[in-house]
């Protein structure tokens, strides 16, 4: 069994090269891989809680962002995503009713819209002796097909989680991803220049690795496989990698056989842009242009 990972301090210590670290989900949840992890998605409604305190997922994924609720007319972090500013479920509520849930424990994701509601809900959190896995996700950076500013900054957003954040803490840190032509021919993927960023803001967050909590990095599936492998690496050597969003068989079978070291599968069915756009449009077009270079060479030679 793997151990733990303690956050000890030593001033004369020097910074070490980061290495994978163990976030402890596998074993709190006693599953051997990460792919074994069942996720909720969008659990943000009252009715979507019951049921998901009640069936088989392992960690509960759900949006927060500044908002009302129909007790609470006041702005409070409310479980919701954008354009949404209103639920029937506060993150007070939530939070609650997974941690008073009497069945099997489950872990969350907390998945930031809205900056504002990062620090409320951390303090908030931190009083609580909630155990199970608490993973912090936000989009801190631009990402492929992203035009425009993300809203979060990410050294506020380290900032908050290393002094609001509770010490069994899993960060989730990942890219904006907008519509992206390229992802048609297969070369839409994120590149190297998104993961040294990434890593960079790390760096200046946590100069002490042995300080920094383990971290995942979510990537829409089908951009993740369009990736090149020298950039996959350089993100498994600094932790795990969550893969969310539509994503095809192939997808998830791609991701099952990866042995860099541990993905987590947190995706939705595919549509039919995934499944037909995406994994045809460039062989059409290859076959296309076979087709016409074959005319040409029958019409000037023939």
Known sequence: MARRRRFVH???AKPAR?????DGILEYFSVSRATEIRWSHATNSAEALAE??????HMIEADILMGTTMTEPETCPIMAHPPQTSSNLSFEEFILSV???SGSKKGVKLDFKDPEAVIPCLKFLKTLEFHAPVVINADIWNGPGH???????PSEFFDACKQYGPTNVVLSVGWSTGKNALILFGCGGYRMYHVEEALGDIANAYPWPERCPPITFPLQAILARQMS?????KLFAAGSITLWGEARDSDTKWA?????GAVY?????AGWQANYLVSYTAPVLLCLVLLLLQGVVFFQFG
Do not use: G, M, W
């Not at 980061?18 to 163990?22: E, F, T, W």
């Not at 998901?52 to 997922?57: D, G, H, Q, Y």
């Open 10 to 12: 030593n001033a004369e």
């Open 18 to 22: 980061r290495a994978p670290l163990d």
């Open 52 to 57: 998901a305190l009640t069936n088989s997922v």
């Open 99 to 101: 941690t008073n849930h």
């Open 147 to 153: 035009k425009t500013k993300v809203r979060f900054i």
């Open 229 to 233: 492998e020298a950039a996959r690496k």
């Open 256 to 260: 099952s056989k990866l042995t860099d």
């Open 265 to 269: 599968i947190d995706t939705a069915p």
